[in-house]
């Protein structure tokens, strides 16, 4: 995803990630074919056409998808001649130098990507919206599906599951008006898309709509309008869906075998200001960009292997290089956890002796999280030790140096002021795992250990390291100032031996769930992104009693979308970058003015697995992966109904699992606690016999629908395929007596 802001009030540029590169004086690494992208500049210098190197092995089909609106039609977001002119950069980029594609043709195709347009397809903001059950608005699209607190917008990633219809599926480029930057939506981006394409997209089989409709995959990439986005956008979007990172994410790279972008510092992979990489943050004028040897290598064979089972590839005859031998998957396996005892309120070290397999020299990480004895996790509060889930953790990196490498005592260390913890005794526990990448390798069983927090001393007993208590805590969620709205939190604190040193405290705020309140604007700002409000002071005693020290924030700042909220706030008391004391407000109720979220449901994913247990009875379950809207602590039916693949549909015929019209069906309630509420996975259990089949293999669907009452929120048209191999239990009781008869008559002879 491009990451570069560009923050221009009043001109809404979008921006694009590039790179430095090298000049021709300097050592260049291994490159592939070398293109000046700004040269293509002005518009009088954009392609008429796209052309494909046709010694290359892999073609790629693409679509355009411009998504337009009454004030910004297709051609002023995203002109023909501009887009054909960024897929003929890409396909520059994408080859060999001239020299070394001359020693390629029929017989021997170059193992390099090439693209070609099919063809445009135009689609106003509000078809977008019909298909995917939620409003679109090409002027404020939000990368990778970010959205303001406690409400759900469609984003990048719900915009790249749109195909077009009764086509293959092909490539896509989504055209939009404005992409903005999640973090900061008064910037923008030039392009997204996530590196590989998967993105953890929901799988199952696609539906037929009118026009477009959603596939297993992430189809393509994203691009905002061509005024002010950088004439290799489109070629910097394409690598990242083929698998490549940024450039200066070196141990993201070396994962990769990646391992020849040049020698620059951090942010500039070549030290020449004159060249770059694709993958790197600069694309001016005269800057000659590249992608490196194993990059193309890399993209090669990710398309080979993986991306041609979700997009259309054209290959040629004759094939390319041999790929290369699968090597094996890597291992580890945790032999022990413990704990050091810790001091009162010292830091906490966590020790761990474990194996790893097969990563010599790849990257991986050591991570451990921290639960309360019960098995509850202890949530963090200032976002520095901290898991994507709000869990508190600390993590190591690890490279192994051998294909069998053992740590016989990796230690984890937890400032002890991060468990954000009391005064008091607590009996905690710790889990630790091993990954590579994204994928869990190996994860132990809780470790317990006990951690002391001891309470203010009585007062004379001075000296000693700095040190802080927050002894009481008060919240008004609605009090008027300068007649606005704002959230108040009030503490009452003791501050030991800081005298004449800033103390800040800080308030950041959470749903009771533990999801972060995040910020989109700057004005109320963690360094972590999320919304915050801080006050400070500086102690002018050796032991400072603080009482009323006032935290404010307005409630527009939390983000919210319109209505009521339950959020708590988590106050931390910072000095030097140390966390001294934490607490929590009780949950509080915050109303947000604005406009009420419309009841509507969309379901993006429905799949069947089988052989289940329920109420004593075989069966299977459908499993649903949906949003819905508006519905907030209102009980909601999910319902699914069985056809054959023919989309017939099923009969019922003793009316325990049926609908009122007599089809065979289930259904399941839920309660959303959020007015935007992503249910990753409902599952409805419906028992074999209730789909009353003949003896035999069935190829059946299930189609799912979400009701509030008998208000239909949201259906799915496609159905969701399996097979069943049907014996009813009668047969299989009398196969069964039959078995036994058998092997009595073979005990006693045959007789």
């Known amino acids: 995803m491009d990451k570069r802001r560009i923050l221009l009030p009043g001109l809404a540029a979008a921006a694009l990630s590039a790179g430095l590169v090298f000049?021709?004086?300097?050592?260049?690494?291994?490159?592939?074919?070398?293109?000046?992208?700004?040269?293509?500049?002005?518009?009088?210098?954009?392609?008429?056409?796209?052309?494909?190197?046709?010694?290359?092995?892999?073609?790629?089909?693409?679509?355009?998808?411009?998504?337009?609106?009454?004030?910004?039609?297709?051609?002023t977001i995203?002109?023909?001649?501009?887009?054909?002119?960024?897929?003929?950069?890409?396909?520059?980029?994408?080859?060999?130098?001239?020299?070394?594609?001359?020693?390629?043709g029929p017989s021997r195709p170059a193992p390099c990507l090439q693209f070609r347009i099919i063809k445009f397809y135009d689609v106003h903001e509000r078809e977008v919206s019909e298909i995917l059950g939620l409003a679109f608005d090409t002027e404020n699209v939000f990368g990778a599906s970010a959205s303001p607190n406690g409400s759900s917008y469609v984003g990048t990633r719900e915009l790249r599951t749109?195909?077009?219809?009764?086509?293959?599926?092909?490539?896509?480029?989504?055209?939009?008006?404005?992409?903005?930057?999640?973090?900061?939506?008064?910037?923008?981006?030039?392009?997204?898309?996530?590196?590989?394409?998967?993105?953890?997209?929901?799988?199952?089989?696609?539906?037929?709509?009118?026009?477009?409709?959603s596939v297993r995959a992430i189809l393509g990439v994203v691009g905002g309008r061509q005024e002010g986005a950088f004439m290799?956008?489109?070629?910097?979007?394409?690598?990242?869906?083929f698998g490549?990172?940024?450039?200066?994410?070196?141990?993201?790279?070396?994962?990769?075998?990646?391992?020849?972008?040049?020698?620059?510092?951090?942010?500039?992979?070549?030290?020449?200001?004159?060249?770059?990489?694709?993958?790197?943050?600069?694309?001016?004028?005269?800057?000659?960009?590249?992608f490196s040897k194993s990059q193309l290598g890399y993209m090669y064979r990710f398309a080979r292997d993986r991306a041609s089972q979700f997009v259309r590839v054209i290959k040629t005859e004759g094939g390319g290089a041999v790929p290369p031998p699968p090597t094996g998957q890597?291992?580890?396996?945790?032999?022990?956890?413990?704990?050091?005892?810790?001091?009162?309120?010292?830091?906490?070290?966590?020790?761990?002796?474990?194996?790893?397999?097969?990563?010599?020299?790849?990257?991986?990480?050591?991570?451990?999280?921290?639960?309360?004895?019960?098995?509850?996790?202890?949530?963090?509060?200032?976002?520095?030790?901290?898991?994507?889930?709000?869990?508190?953790?600390?993590?190591?990196?690890?490279?192994?140096?051998?294909?069998?490498?053992?740590?016989?005592?990796?230690?984890?260390?937890?400032?002890?002021?991060?468990?954000?913890?009391?005064?008091?005794?607590?009996?905690?526990?710790?889990?630790?795992?091993?990954?590579?990448?994204?994928?869990?390798?190996?994860?132990?069983?809780?470790?317990?250990?006990?951690?002391?927090?001891?309470?203010a001393p009585p007062e004379g007993e001075g000296g000693g390291a700095p040190a802080a208590w927050i002894t009481d805590l008060k919240v008004e969620p609605a009090a008027v100032h300068q007649s606005q709205t704002w959230v108040k939190v009030a503490a009452w604190m003791t501050i030991d031996n800081l005298l004449g040193r800033e103390v800040v405290l800080q308030a950041r705020y959470y749903f009771p769930d533990g999801t972060p309140l995040r910020d989109f604007d700057g004005a109320f700002r963690s360094?972590?992104?999320?919304?915050?409000?801080?006050?400070?002071?500086?102690?002018?005693?050796?032991?400072?009693?603080?009482?009323?020290?006032?935290?404010?924030?307005?409630?527009?700042?939390?983000?919210?979308?319109?209505?009521?909220?339950?959020?708590?706030?988590?106050?931390?008391?910072?000095h030097a970058g140390r966390t001294l004391a934490s607490a929590g407000t009780p949950v509080f109720s915050v109303t947000s003015v604005g406009t009420a979220v419309a009841k509507s449901a969309v379901i993006q994913n429905v799949w069947v697995t089988?052989?289940?247990?329920?109420?004593?009875?075989?069966?299977?379950?459908?499993?649903?992966?949906?949003?819905?809207?508006?519905?907030?602590?209102?009980?909601?039916?999910?319902?699914?109904?069985?056809?054959?693949?023919?989309?017939?549909?099923?009969?019922?015929?003793?009316?325990q699992y049926t609908t009122q019209d007599g089809q065979a069906s289930a259904a399941i309630s839920v309660t959303p606690l959020y007015p935007n509420t992503t249910f990753t996975e409902i599952q409805i259990f419906m028992p074999y016999a209730q789909l009353h089949l003949a003896p035999g293999l069935h190829h059946l669907g299930a189609r799912v629908g979400i009701f509030q009452g008998s208000t239909m929120l949201g259906k799915r048209e496609e159905l969701a395929l399996f097979q069943v191999q049907w014996r009813s239990p009668l047969a299989a009781l009398q196969d069964f007596v039959r078995s036994i008869a058998q092997r009595a008559m073979s005990a006693s002879g045959g007789r």
């Open 610 to 655: 089988h052989n289940h247990l329920g109420g004593g009875q075989d069966g299977l379950l459908v499993h649903v992966n949906a949003v819905i809207n508006g519905c907030q602590n209102e009980s909601c039916s999910v319902v699914a109904w069985f056809h054959d693949a023919a989309a017939n549909r099923l009969k019922d015929f003793d009316g």
């Open 244 to 290: 490549l990172p940024h450039a200066w994410e070196r141990d993201l790279n070396a994962q990769r075998g990646i391992a020849d972008l040049g020698d620059g510092p951090q942010g500039r992979v070549d030290s020449d200001p004159f060249s770059a990489n694709v993958m790197d943050y600069d694309a001016g004028p005269r800057i000659v960009q590249y």
């Open 162 to 213: 749109l195909k077009v219809t009764d086509e293959e599926d092909h490539l896509t480029i989504y055209c939009v008006w404005s992409l903005k930057n999640p973090d900061e939506i008064r910037s923008e981006f030039g392009g997204e898309s996530n590196v590989g394409f998967f993105d953890r997209a929901p799988t199952g089989p696609r539906r037929v709509l009118t026009r477009v409709t």
């Open 330 to 455: 890597p291992k580890a396996e945790i032999d022990r956890v413990w704990v050091d005892p810790p001091a009162p309120g010292g830091d906490v070290a966590v020790h761990v002796r474990f194996d790893v397999r097969g990563m010599r020299g790849q990257r991986g990480d050591a991570v451990a999280w921290f639960s309360w004895r019960s098995g509850e996790m202890l949530k963090d509060f200032d976002g520095q030790y901290r898991s994507m889930a709000g869990q508190v953790s600390v993590g190591v990196p690890i490279t192994p140096g051998y294909d069998d490498t053992r740590y016989e005592d990796l230690v984890l260390t937890l400032p002890g002021g991060q468990l954000h913890l009391a005064a008091g005794q607590h009996p905690l526990s710790v889990v630790v795992g091993v990954f590579r990448g994204d994928a869990m390798l190996s994860v132990s069983p809780p470790a317990a250990f006990d951690y002391a927090l001891r309470g």
């Open 78 to 104: 995203a002109p023909a001649k501009w887009v054909r002119t960024q897929l003929e950069i890409a396909n520059r980029l994408f080859r060999f130098g001239d020299a070394e594609m001359a020693g390629y």
């Open 23 to 75: 000049s021709q004086a300097t050592s260049r690494p291994p490159a592939g074919n070398a293109v000046i992208p700004e040269d293509f500049r002005p518009a009088d210098r954009w392609q008429a056409s796209e052309a494909p190197d046709g010694r290359a092995e892999l073609l790629f089909p693409v679509n355009v998808v411009r998504i337009y609106s009454d004030e910004h039609p297709p051609e």
């Open 232 to 241: 290799s956008m489109v070629a910097h979007e394409l690598g990242h869906y």
């Open 527 to 574: 360094a972590e992104g999320l919304a915050m409000a801080e006050n400070k002071i500086t102690p002018k005693y050796q032991r400072t009693n603080v009482t009323d020290m006032q935290v404010w924030i307005p409630v527009p700042q939390l983000h919210l979308a319109a209505g009521s909220f339950n959020v708590q706030a988590r106050l931390t008391l910072v």
